[in-house]
């Protein structure tokens, strides 16, 4: 199926080291408030928030984030989580 094999591609061409380093730099510089997904993206010049979103799952099942609330997201007009890096990783 075409659409698997584009997000298989997509997949392969992400550099998840330099994602992962790119969003624990911001998270250390606005620490403790956090920030969303979509405020991330923003942040590194992507408008789409599936650029950090995945990106920050995995690094709260790492340990590295924690979700500390929500924030209303006006794009969505619903709360998103709000993620910060871990205190012990600054």
Request: proline residues 3%.
């Amino acid at each position: 199926m075409i659409t698997n094999e584009t997000r298989a591609e997509s997949y392969i061409c992400v550099n998840k080291n330099i994602r992962y380093a790119q969003i624990k730099q911001l998270l250390k510089a606005v620490f403790p408030s956090g920030l969303t997904c979509r405020e991330l993206a923003n942040k590194l010049g992507f408008d789409e928030r599936n650029y950090t979103a995945p990106r920050c799952t995995e690094l709260v099942n790492k340990g590295q984030l924690e979700v500390i609330g929500k924030r209303y997201d006006p794009k969505t007009n619903r709360n998103v989580a709000v993620y910060r890096i871990r205190e012990e990783l600054i």
